[in-house]
């Protein structure tokens, strides 16, 4: 059986046009933008072309987020004319679908009849009813408990390439043909996904292109056991080189490699060699061994706050470098705060700067300036 003709929804440009209402697009699709628990999101798409009028729509496969049975809701149309006579003017349906000029209370309004399917939060939806040259899909999107419902992907197959075709031709009469022709349609549709996966099989082994699911299979393959502390973008980074690096596995190097793939930036290490080296000089030696744990089986890694700014980042990057770490070894992670601050690790041209001037309260009555503060006070003053 050849391959269906399809239309794909992936990419920001897809979401372009049409109409939009309280709904934000994305890099990987629409969400709804709005605070308001009255109002919905709307987007309605372009129409998607089937090449000749009756077409047999097959199928929508759709990849989003929801929250609760309500949160998201389609409406698929179908018409074989490009035009509609509505309130007494003829128009083209994108003029009516794109323009502000009309509100979506009267879209629906002249939408209403051309109706043939509606399903909440679907996944992947048989498109029975849909009969016509041209489709178009409606979307509605509810907030449900403060959090918001997306789209991320859609795909819609306009052509229903029946098994009918290859029975007998006894079995395509209609009106008996119509019950097997969407029986024999779920059959199809497992046919297509396999078919498809089958096809794509080279491009799933490789990190850029292979799909979430293989993606951590792969993972798995060179031994990342939490995978669910890595963004898929960085696990695709990480994997990309991780074979050679394997070679080097429970090294510093290894580590150095896994650390900056997380977080973007070179990490630093201090190990108990660095700190014995300084043993003749006294003074020194005394200061390192405060500042740094001081064991031959401990490893400082030092990292900028800049590049894990968050506390859950660094805890899931503590979590990841206890993953890989040689079993004997402890790490101790410590987070270089960007400005200078007493008693702390500072390094110059790492985390030197000077933090911004702000007065010491005494009282809400009272303030104790800085020699530094009194000086950007004139200094503004002069300005």
Known sequence: MGSSKYFVFNKKRDYLQGYRENVRITESGIVLDTDDPGK????????????????????????????GDDSIRFSFYCSDSRKILYQDQLMEWSDLIGSAKWSAKEKHEAMRPFLVHQILNPRDVLLYQAKGRFLWIEIQLFCQANVFPQIQGMKIYAENRSFLQYLPEIYQVEPESDFLRRY????????????????????????????????????????????????????????????????????????????????????????????????????????????????????????????????????????????????????????????????????????????????????????????????????????
């Not at 798409?45 to 729509?57: A, F, H, K, M, Y």
Request: a neutral charge.
């Open 184 to 383: 024999l349609s779920l059959f199809e549709s497992v046919y297509q996904d396999l078919d498809r996966k089958i096809r794509n099989a080279a491009r799933q082994m490789e990190p850029e292109t292979a799909e979430r699911e293989f993606l951590h299979w792969m993972a798995r393959w060179v031994g990342i056991s939490v995978i669910s502390l890595w963004p898929d973008e960085k696990l695709r980074i990480l994997l990309n080189g991780i074979v050679k690096k394997n070679f080097i596995r429970g090294t510093k190097e290894y580590m150095k490699y896994i650390i900056e793939t997380f977080t973007g930036e070179t990490p630093f290490f201090v190990e108990y060699a660095e700190v014995e080296h300084y043993r003749e000089m006294p003074d020194i030696y005394r200061r390192l061994r405060t500042y740094y744990a001081h064991d031959p089986y401990i490893v400082n890694v030092l990292i900028r706050e800049q590049a894990v700014p968050t506390l859950q980042e660094q805890r899931t990057l503590k979590k990841i470098i206890d993953d890989m770490k040689p079993a004997h070894i402890e790490v101790h992670l410590v987070i270089l705060r960007p400005y200078i601050y007493l008693n702390q690790n500072v390094y110059v041209g790492i985390n030197s700067a000077l933090g911004t001037y702000q007065k010491a309260n005494l009282n809400s009555m009272t303030a104790i300036p800085s020699v530094v503060g009194m000086y950007r006070e004139k200094a503004e003053a002069r300005e």
């Open 40 to 67: 919905c999101g709307i987007f309605i798409s372009r129409l998607l072309d089937g090449g000749r009028e009756g077409n047999q729509w097959h199928r929508a496969v759709i990849q989003s987020i929801d929250y």
